[in-house]
């Protein structure tokens, strides 16, 4: 009965394809993607998902796929932003062109 029970386990295990720990910490971030995000003006205060990750250009690494929001900010200039598509194990790019304020 117990060899039995052990033979089902290791078909299960080879089935569901078992990874360790350490192992799926590894998987999950090989398919997430980067964000390098380029400002005109240079130096911009880099925003993504409400968070502040520096200042352009800045590669942003370990996003998960999907949509992000990205936005610019730099004084005497018009904050920017928009969705960005990130895609899986990709160098993703973005360009952001902020305008002058008038104030």
């Known amino acids: ?35 390098l995000v380029k400002v005109i003006p240079r130096g911009a205060e880099v925003i993504i998902k409400d968070r502040v990750v520096g200042n352009a250009p800045v590669l942003v690494t370990n996003i998960r796929p999907g949509r992000v929001w990205v936005e610019a900010r730099l004084p005497g200039y018009r904050s920017w932003g928009k969705n960005v598509m990130v895609l899986e194990t990709e160098k993703n790019v973005v360009t952001l062109i902020l305008a002058r304020s008038l104030r």
Not at 15 to 27: C, E, F, R, W
């Open 1 to 35: 009965m117990l060899r039995t029970i052990s033979l089902i386990s290791i078909v299960l295990l080879l089935i569901v394809g078992y990874v360790s720990p350490g192992q799926s910490d590894t998987l999950e971030q090989a398919q997430n993607g980067s964000l």
